[in-house]
């Protein structure tokens, strides 16, 4: 029978689903349950090794739950790694700045990325966890946008929206070469960003005022979301969940300021609406990760249609109501919610037998 | 696709320095005479020993009573719809939700809109932050750079104030908005919110000769109105 070669999450996924098969089958034989015969037994952990172990040595993966755990914490570390090296490169380039002349700037800020991309591609090499790999990843990412940032300061440039699009391009591209999740969420914000100036300047304000208008966010939020969708699938969730937050944290604040609305409604028609809006999609949130067993999208909106909803009671009964019974309120509303989760939750089940 | 993707990631990078470096000699291959403001006008930014950069911030009045320049008229130039009447209803809602917009602004050097507004001082007797906006730059009061006229192009104000020596001419972000003097109606008015860009960055070589802290620069303007320090000499307070 022929293998298709799996993606590294794909792999992590079937080593997941074993370990999990294997300790089932173990505890069922505990309780007394007859096994399978044992020639399909020997035949299954035969076929089960071999996957783990041509995937053990292409991708490196966990294979244990003591395995996963110390990922974890490899991908924490990576994380606060990345950023203080970041913060350390910006900082030696504002030590040494003013002592450089201007070509030597330029040369610097050029090297840097560059620099940090070969070291990328070069512990990547070694690396087969990558966690490394994407430490310089991020450090080039950020090289990049100090960069811009710097030559826009040496040459007392004007700015342009399109340095977004450019911070987005290099992002994107570390990020599909070696699938690393935090330079494509990165990707995904620069790429929001980038829409919402471009809908600003297109209306003929000034692309640098773009976040006091939060709606500009709400078409690139929507169209990076579902972009986002057809990424690599190690990569997917944290694309999706980065776009999904840029979409609705503008629902939340416009739900609660229709004065940094764009529409020219009264601010009580514009937050009224948006109020809806937000109840809209934090439910299409919900029902969206439960039927397609994204938990981080669930999770997403079920969290933000809490926050919205103390914000609604905060705005309608803080000023006027007893303390006491405004929590009190708060808690029965919790109770109630927990109780309608519970009835889905069953008729989820009762769907599932 | 991972080639094609690390060769994207190594060539941004040097696309990005090119285009900043043809983008600079765009700039200065042509552009207004230059001008020479003090400490007064360009102010250095605090530097430490972990932040040598050295960066002037750019520091103009835009005092409120000599604004007149600022008309429904040069707003409407300017592209905002300033077809609701100030005293009408919503009317403050309406300025209020303006986009600022890009436009750009001449600010006069040493001239009569500074000699004016120390005059009104003087008769006013009162303190000079009473009158003078606050921007975001926290412009100095002894800066002697006024704002005096914006246009949508550059090559407006160009023609109309051609010695750069006395006026100098800058991208900016401008917007309307509604005064309320004590006991009459509201009237509409704008203003400046930003110049762009609102700071010049000191080239290391002439940063030694800012150390009196009282000192005489000069800068020009290119034809992308984007300046630039051409010297920078140590002068009498």
Known sequence: MSRRSLSRAEAQRRADQIRAFRAELADSAREGLAPPPADWLDSLARHQDDLLAAAASQFDIDRTLSEKQMSLGMSAAAIFGAGALVAAVVSYFDRVWGTLPAGWQVAAVTAAPLAAVAATILVARRERTLHLASVCAIVACAAFVLQT???????????????????????????????????????????????????????????????????????????????????????????????????????????????????????????????????????????????????????????????????????????WMPRYLFFLLLATLALVWLWLLRVFRRRLSGEAS | MRRLALAAAVVLPLVATSAA?????????????????????????????????????????????????????????????????????????????????AAFVALEYDGPAVAAWLEAQRLLAGPASDDTRRRPGRPEPTSHLVAIDAAPNAATLDRRYPDAQRHLITSAIVRPDLDWPPGKPPALGGRIMILVPGEIHVPSRLISHLASGHYAVTVRYGQRWEPWVVDIAARQP
């Open chain 1, 149 to 319: 940032v710097m030559l826009g300061q040496i040459f007392n440039m004007r700015g342009s929206p399109h340095v977004l699009a450019a911070w987005a391009a290099f992002a994107l591209a570390l990020a599909l070469a070696y699938e690393f999740a935090l330079p494509f969420a990165a990707a995904i914000v620069a790429l929001i960003g980038y829409g919402s100036a471009l809908t600003i300047t297109t209306m003929g304000g000034h692309w640098s005022t773009a976040l006091q208008r939060p709606e500009s966010l709400l078409l690139p939020a929507a169209v990076a979301l579902v972009a986002a969708c057809r990424a690599p699938e190690s990569i997917r969730a944290w694309g999706r969940d980065t776009a999904l937050l840029l979409l609705l944290a503008p629902v939340l604040i416009l739900s609660a300021s229709g004065t940094a609305s764009l529409l020219t409604w009264a601010p009580d028609t514009v937050e009224l609406g948006y109020q809806i809006l937000a109840v809209a999609l934090g439910i299409a949130a919900i029902v969206l990760g439960i039927r397609h067993d994204h938990s981080d999208v669930f999770v997403i909106g079920a969290s933000f249609l809490a926050v919205f909803l103390l914000l609604r009671f905060v705005d309608w009964w803080w000023d």
């Open chain 2, 21 to 101: 470096l043809l983008s600079a000699r765009t700039n200065r291959a042509a552009g207004r005479d230059a001008i020479v403001l003090t400490e007064h006008e360009l102010q250095l930014r605090p530097r430490s020993s972990d932040n040598s950069a050295a960066i002037f911030e750019i520091r103009w009045r835009e005092p409120r009573q000599l604004a007149k320049w600022m008309t429904r008229a040069k707003l409407e130039e300017l592209g905002f719809n300033c077809q609701v009447d100030p005293a009408a209803p919503g009317a403050d809602r309406h300025y209020r939700q303006a986009l600022p917009r």
